[in-house]
């Protein structure tokens, strides 16, 4: 058995349905799911039955006395029978392909864990949190490393399950998986890393970790605990600088940050002064670490005191409390972040050794440095995630942020001015004509010639090992190729690429701003359901003289708010669209995602009303999700003997016409080279016997350097 998920269950009857089924239907085989009523007082069994009937091979039961996480999961470890096994919170939920490219990754290299990101889930929108260790660990060296940023939490992770022989949850303790994490370091060599958001955290009020008392100086006992462990494993001196960077982070760091939820003055000083007390004792000269000197968040955690502790509460306890005035509202952002924070870094010999490398200044605030961008961009680099409160204060000027746009847009420009005009939301991001569209300015042909030359010269090396083989391009028009306020730069770089690509080539045609909204997502870099089906019907012209596949129908998901990725990029989700498809027929085929064969995408559980939402969760993207997620190699056999075999070579464009072009074709290969280095395009059109090789992309596709080819 490849997997073995465990999922200790208390009281969660509003959440554990959708637990479950997010488990039951994974694309993974040969795996169990071992379900622990640890006690519970509501429904959740009854729930539970529901799926135990309907899942009777697949779901395990056992039924317990109330004793705590720890024990739960200690003895799900004792009947587990995986080769690794997952630790699921049963007010959570993972994504449907968690589990294989979780253990699909443990085997390429037989790691010990597999972690990979996390989304919280927060009742009016989304965040993803990076896991912090970017790059699979195969040494020593690099594992001390990456317990410095590690993400302490059993749930994003898989395990292997001879660890546990080594190694099990301790009992008895709140916030047992930051305790543990630590001591899992002793018996663990090498790390892999899925750098996906697959783990989905679900941040309620009364849960445990998000809910600050008595209970909070468990944090102190827990890494008391800790350091014993590897003091008496002979370990302490080995670990010395990792331990210590990373007890100081989470006693004035992640402890004090909670405290801040004390209404209690007073308590929170106490709070504070037991704080520094064990720091003292513990690591009484942690200012000599070099871990501290390399990020923002080490360099506050280097001037914590009670002053610096003591301001953050009073900022906390203002945030809290209405304001009625967006002006009053926005001096206060001035007031109680910027300066305090300002005061904080350059009153320290440190800082300012480091603000000269590190930091970016606040910048000057006026009306045209707002229209340009340039006061977002900087403050986005001022405000990063690197100190305490990020999170708050990165919300606060997200929301002043688009406050002052909308504002700026209301009142200062007219209509003749947004005319063929672009405002900044930030992030090289703009709007168009005063209008809502997500976008980024067309790029100019002299800034990328130089990228899409080295890469056609490339193309053209392979084309030319391979005259038996037909190739074609198709070129996808977009916000990165056309400027709307100068038509005159638009189609130039088709033009370019055209002339000097040795392949038949076609584009999806942008002629004007009004087409580009037909086409396009408000929030996202994806086409939409017309604009991709205009690609199908484009690139069919151009490489057969086949019948065009006809939608049977439109379907539009009043149910599904559509957020794309540029909603996240600026954190504005004021913008909201229905998602929508076309309702494509194709005769029956297979398909192998990297090697097994599975279902790719989801688009007849999406028109069989079967995907349910939330939309109060902000920055759903549907697109990956209905049409299919990015994979190094897609297979599609549609058993058509007389047809020819199809090569692509895009990003995650295709993925919307990947089906409907395949339906044209014996069996058709997608290829997507952001995830390998070592692709060899001419043995693999020898060994598939593909006469036909279709290359997909926009701008980037074009320009960015990991679409390079081997062979």
């Known amino acids: 058995m490849k997997i073995s998920v465990i999922v200790p269950v208390y009281n969660v009857e509003k959440y554990i349905d959708k637990c479950l089924n997010s488990l039951v239907h994974q694309t993974i085989d040969n795996y169990e799911i071992i379900v622990i009523n640890d006690g519970t007082k509501d429904n959740s069994v009854e729930i539970i039955n529901k799926y135990i009937r309907n899942y009777p091979k697949l779901i395990r039961f056992f039924d317990k006395k109330n004793e705590g996480l720890s024990k739960t999961r200690n003895l799900g470890i004792k009947y587990a029978k995986g080769e690794y096994i997952s630790f699921i919170d049963s007010d959570d939920w993972i994504e ?36 912090n260790i970017k790059k699979d660990i195969l040494t020593v060296k690099n594992l001390k490393k990456s317990m410095v940023n590690i993400f302490p939490t059993a749930c994003n992770k898989i395990y292997k399950k001879t660890i546990f022989d080594k190694i099990l949850f301790k009992n008895n303790v709140l916030y047992e998986d930051v305790e543990f994490t630590y001591r899992l370091y002793l018996v663990i060599s090498t790390i892999g890393v899925v750098n996906e958001a697959l783990y989905n955290y679900l941040q309620r009020e009364n849960a445990i970790t998000s809910t600050f008392n008595d209970n909070i100086f468990d944090y102190i006992s827990n890494f008391n605990g800790v350091v014993e462990y590897y003091k008496k494993a002979n370990k302490f001196n080995l670990y010395h600088k990792e331990l210590e960077y990373a007890y100081v982070r989470y006693i004035y760091a992640v402890m004090v940050k909670g405290m801040t939820n004390f209404n209690d003055t007073n308590k929170f000083k106490k709070g504070i002064k037991v704080a520094i007390k064990n ?36 900022i906390k306890r203002l945030k809290n409390k209405s304001i009625k005035s967006n002006q009053f509202f926005l001096v206060f952002i001035i007031l109680t972040l910027f300066i305090p924070l300002f005061y904080i870094f350059t009153n320290n010999k440190e800082v300012s050794i480091l603000e000269n490398k590190k930091l970016a200044s606040f910048p000057t605030f006026s009306l045209s440095s707002i229209k340009n961008g340039f006061f977002q961009k900087n403050v986005d680099e001022f405000a990063n995630d690197n100190f305490i409160f990020a999170e708050e204060i990165k919300k606060i000027y997200n929301d002043s942020k688009n406050y002052i746009n909308n504002q700026f847009k209301e009142k200062f420009l007219s209509k003749d001015m947004c005319v063929n005009n672009y405002v900044s939301l930030g992030n090289d991001l703009y709007n168009y004509n005063c209008d809502n569209y997500m976008m980024y300015k067309g790029e100019n042909i002299k800034d990328v010639k130089a990228s899409i030359v080295d890469k056609l010269n490339n193309y053209n090396n ?10 074609y391009n198709y070129f996808i028009e977009s916000d990165y190729s056309n400027d709307f306020s100068n038509s005159k730069n638009n189609s130039k770089i088709f033009n370019f690429i055209n002339n000097n690509l040795n392949a038949t080539s076609s584009r999806l045609l942008i002629s004007d701003y009004e087409q580009y909204k037909d086409y396009w997502y408000k929030t996202d870099h994806h086409w939409n359901y017309k604009g991709s089906y205009q690609g199908y019907v484009d690139i069919i012209h151009m490489m057969s003289e086949d019948e065009i596949l006809k939608p049977l129908n439109k379907r539009c998901f009043d149910n599904l708010i559509f957020q794309g990725s540029r909603a996240r990029l600026v954190g504005d989700f004021s913008v909201k669209e229905n998602f929508c498809a076309y309702d494509i027929k194709t005769k029956p085929f297979t398909t192998m995602i990297d090697g097994s064969i599975k279902n790719y995408g989801n688009e007849d559980k999406y028109f069989n009303n079967e995907i349910k939402e939330n939309n109060s969760i902000e920055g759903i993207n549907h697109y990956g999700i209905f049409y299919g997620a990015d994979y190094l190699e897609l297979i599609y056999d549609f058993d058509n003997p007389k047809k020819e075999n199809l090569l692509i070579i895009s990003s995650s464009f295709s993925n919307a016409i990947n089906r409907l072009l395949a339906s044209h074709y014996n069996k058709t290969y997608k290829i997507d080279l952001r995830y390998t280095n070592s692709f060899n395009l001419t043995n693999y059109v020898k060994k598939n016997n593909i006469k036909n090789v279709l290359f997909i992309g926009d701008t980037i596709f074009y320009a960015a350097p990991e679409f390079k080819i081997g062979g």
């Open 279 to 314: 720091v003292k004792e513990q690591f009484p000269k942690y200012r000599f670490n070099s871990y501290f000197y390399t990020s923002l968040k080490g360099i506050y955690l280097l001037t914590f005191s009670k002053f610096t502790a003591n301001l953050f509460y009073k």
């Open 462 to 471: 392979i084309i030319a090992k391979n005259a038996d083989v037909k190739f």
């Open 96 to 131: 449907l392909n968690m589990l294989e490219k979780m253990y699909n990754k443990a085997k390429t290299n037989d790691f010990d864990v597999v972690v990979c990101n996390v989304n919280y889930i927060y009742p009016n929108r989304k965040k993803t949190v990076l896991s």
